[in-house]
């Protein structure tokens, strides 16, 4: 089993910044690949930022250059720092990790960038 709670999401003008810590408790997190959706009101659930065992990452266009995926297992935590937030950008932002039908999901965090 593994348990992930999100927070670090608010209210905040275009061009700033926010960071989206995710503490993950249960099994085997240290090399689990971590990951970060989003979803927009009216929208399907997209995937953001990825980050696996080794460190390597990939991102989704929209974000690449301004959002930052890391990772820091002696504290089980993954951060999505988040900069020149746009307000295209305003979503509820989740963590997951696992595999479908053994994945797992927090409970979200809303972000919400205001023009």
């Known amino acids: 089993q593994v348990q992930l709670v999100e927070s670090g999401g608010g209210l905040v003008q275009a061009g700033g910044s926010l960071r989206l810590p995710c503490a993950a408790s249960g099994s085997m997190i240290s090399i689990r690949t971590m990951r970060w959706y989003r979803q927009a009101p009216g929208k399907q659930r997209e995937l953001v930022a990825a980050?696996?065992?080794?460190?390597?990452?990939n991102y989704a266009d929209s974000v690449k250059g301004r959002f930052t995926i890391s990772r820091d297992n002696a504290k089980n935590t993954v951060y999505l720092q988040m900069n020149s937030l746009k307000p295209e950008d305003t979503a509820v932002y989740y963590c997951n990790t696992g595999i479908i039908p053994y994945d797992y999901w927090g409970q979200g965090t809303q972000v919400t960038v205001s023009s």
């Open positions: 980050i696996n065992s080794g460190g390597s990452t």
